[in-house]
């Protein structure tokens, strides 16, 4: 059965703290991806990446960095929280060069204080 | 860029049929898929569509037009489960990731 796991389903964290998202996949996928959702405005791509060491930024990508040391492993970063980042943040991995079917994490809830 | 349009709520009723509508404007076009997303759940994929006319899927059902931009997904015989978030979603003109839509939030009541 296909997973993807994400290390932390509710954080509260402080202005300006140092926020680690992790994210692990079991699939030997490729491509790995971290979205953010919030009421009325869907999910939208802050980065991928389609190859360790490799990102790209994605529609929303200010104020987070990603690293992927590993191709089962894929972190989202927040160098200095701030409330704006309050959200729910998804974590997908897919296979192939060519993105296809998204396989979804659980989310994790983050609320910035 | 990309823009993707869908409407943000629908109520339909146990049993009956319901079409859930997507536009989309991309400056190029890899193909469209279908995700359902109960509440408190990540989503779940539905259907691809890259190609004209229609997928069958079960009691799912997705269209595309390349020409018109548009999308839709068509659910029968609807059921209390069904109550979800539908999004619409394009790959982006690399084929590289999915850009989502708002997502059309369906009530089904009995």
């Known amino acids: 059965d296909v997973k993807v796991t994400q290390s932390s389903r509710y954080l509260v964290k402080r202005t300006g703290e140092k926020v680690f998202l992790e994210c692990v996949q079991d699939m030997d996928h490729e491509n790995m991806f971290w979205y953010r959702q919030d009421p009325g405005l869907g999910l939208r791509l802050i980065y991928f990446?389609?190859?360790?060491?490799?990102?790209e930024k994605g529609d929303i990508p200010e104020g987070y960095s990603v690293s992927r040391e590993k191709k089962e492993r894929f972190s989202l970063i927040l160098e200095s929280a701030s409330t704006n980042q309050t959200s729910m943040y998804l974590c997908?991995?897919?296979?192939?060069?060519?993105?296809?079917?998204?396989?979804f994490g659980e989310g994790s809830r983050l609320t910035v204080l | 860029g990309q823009n993707i349009d869908q409407p943000t709520e629908m109520t339909a009723t146990e049993g009956a049929i319901v079409q859930i509508n997507c536009t989309y404007q991309?400056?190029?076009?890899?193909?469209l898929f279908w995700y359902q997303q109960h509440a408190g759940e990540a989503p779940t994929f539905l259907s691809y569509?890259?190609?004209?006319g229609l997928e069958e899927k079960g009691r799912f059902s997705s269209f595309l037009s390349r020409s018109k931009g548009y999308s839709y997904l068509l659910l029968k015989e609807l059921q209390m489960k069904d109550s979800a978030s539908y999004l619409c979603a394009v790959k982006n003109q690399a084929g590289t990731a999915l850009i989502f839509g708002k997502g059309t939030t369906l009530s089904v009541s009995s």
């Open positions: 991309t400056s190029g076009f890899n193909g």
């Open positions: 569509n890259v190609l004209d």
């Open positions: 997908a991995s897919s296979l192939g060069q060519n993105t296809g079917e998204l396989f």
């Open positions: 990446s389609y190859d360790v060491k490799m990102k």
